[in-house]
Nanobody, 124 residues
């Protein structure tokens, strides 16, 4: 069965960096676009970043452009989110998700499997 397991979250100070990892199994990883979403307390889940099946195309929400980088290693079946210059407003549970398509997409309805999430807390 499809499994997505996130790790790497934690409590950091504003300006610090973190790298989130997502280990995928149970499907042909190299055929799927992947994405990261987040949900802050009291808010709806929002798109953060996405990467195409090959890693050749990426997209980010405006608030993280220039600070976050999504990448993938198809041989290891891993997707990463490198986060730098963290801000208090980045505090959220971060979810890894698999798209049923090959191409990078911001649309949550194009993702069919989700991880359990990892908490990122940024203090001032």
């Amino acid at each position: 069965q499809v499994q997505l397991v996130e790790s790497g979250g934690g409590l950091v100070q504003a300006g610090d960096s973190l790298r989130l990892s997502c280990a995928a199994s149970g499907f042909t990883f190299s055929s799927s676009a992947m994405g990261w979403f987040r949900q802050a307390p009291g808010k709806e889940r929002e798109f953060v970043a996405t990467i195409s099946w090959s890693g050749g195309s990426t997209d980010y929400t405006n608030s993280v452009k220039g600070r976050f980088t999504i990448s993938r290693d198809n041989a290891k079946k891993m997707v990463y989110l490198q986060m730098t210059g963290l801000k208090v407003e980045d505090t959220a549970v971060y979810y890894c998700a698999r798209s049923y398509g090959k191409f990078a997409t911001r649309r949550p309805d194009e993702y069919d499997y989700w991880g359990q999430g990892t908490q990122v807390t940024v203090s001032s």
